[in-house]
């Protein structure tokens, strides 16, 4: 699996995996699952994959932060 760096909310791509979102939010991919299988995440499954798109992904983020107004 290719690992990547990215820079800027602008580098990731449309739709996310749950690795992806692991490696963005700094967390476990255990801890990714989990959290794309709760109800206030905005994951969607299509047939056994889970993507996230990326515009809901930073909704959530701002939606959950502490504060919406803070610098990428």
């Known amino acids: 699996m290719k690992h990547s760096t990215y820079t800027s909310y602008d580098d ?21 699952y ?3 299988r709760s109800n206030s995440f905005p994951a969607l499954k299509i047939g056994s ?3 996230v798109p990326r515009d809901k992904f930073l909704a959530w983020i701002d939606a959950n932060s502490g504060s919406k107004n803070a610098p990428l």
């Open 12 to 32: 990731l791509p449309l739709m996310l995996s749950v690795a992806e979102v692991a490696a963005v939010l700094g967390i476990s991919r255990a801890g990714a």
């Open 34 to 36: 989990e959290l794309a």
């Open 49 to 51: 994959r889970i993507v």
